[in-house]
């Protein structure tokens, strides 16, 4: 009833503005004046009024779509987001052959909370076939973070006894972010079993299950000398871990090079020896036993590895590229390589 008369009211106002000239001493007609006003053809300025979505063909910057909107139909970034920062200590081992329990660390981790607001775009122009320029930065979606609560943990390494080799390291890494805290295993000479103690003092306990193959020590074998002597080379070679070793092998590579002018050093061949584990190894060989079938690693030139005729003539000097690598089960099998020989001359 109250929406029907405030309607009325309204048609006579714009009744009276139609017709300026009301004798009032006359009284009021106002079923005329309700028939009159509907008559009147109010237009909007343009179809939308006000603006409600895009208001008119044509009308700039029809707003941005966010992906991984929050439902269907919603537009603009996601309203609330929160984050965490990571803090993270690095545990390392070496070799031991009882239980290790390690220091405490304490972690600490921020909450980030991401807070949005709606600033709606500014009303249309005055006049809309002559629209002027939005400011983007004005409307949209406003975000900005704030730090939230702080949560802290401290930890723990108890690991069960094992034994490492002497030149084995293992490393682990304990992280908190937010109210989660993780263990990860970066190096391991054996396979654990991990089992978490407590909520905020957190104790890792790590029972050795397996070993596990790891990279032989680069420092293992070391270059004993190179000679010539006939017409044959002798390279000695020493291994510091025979008695570690026992039981399983070894293997060394070769590669000769004669030494030329400049860099134009000539690859004669390559050969590789197998030996069981002992405190050194001789390889004995002659120019004419090796393998001059060599399959260029990425990053070597081959352009570097032939005879230069003429640059090379004088006093000739040759010198090996060596590597080495353990056959068995202690150790990984990849070669490691340990560099070039000193040069030596051959008459």
Known sequence: MNKKLVAVLVCLGFAVSAKAEVNFDQGVDVKSAVKDAAAIDIKAPYPGYPYPGYPYPGYPYPGHYYPNQPYPGYWGPSPHHISYSRDCRTFNFG???????SERVYLDSTEWVE???????????QQPNQPKAIDETTKGMQCHQRPGQVFRRTAQLNIGARKLLPWETE??????QGPYMDLDIERQAYNYSVHSIGDYDVQYQLTPQNKVAMAPDKD??????LSNADGRFTFKVNDRWAAEYAGEKTTVKVELYKDGFWFFNSYKGSKEFTFDAALGYELNFAENELDTSKSF??????SKSFEPGEATRGAKKYYLKWSFRRVGQLSTGG?????????IEVK
């Open 171 to 176: 490393s682990f890494e304990v992280c908190l």
């Open 297 to 302: 690693e990425p990053g070597d030139d081959p």
């Open 95 to 101: 070799a031991n052959d009882s239980s290790v329990v």
């Open 220 to 225: 293992g074998l070391s270059d004993g000398g």
């Open 115 to 125: 807070e949005c607001y709606y600033v709606p775009d500014p009303p249309p122009p």
């Open 335 to 343: 070669y490691v390589k340990k560099g070039s020989t000193g040069k």
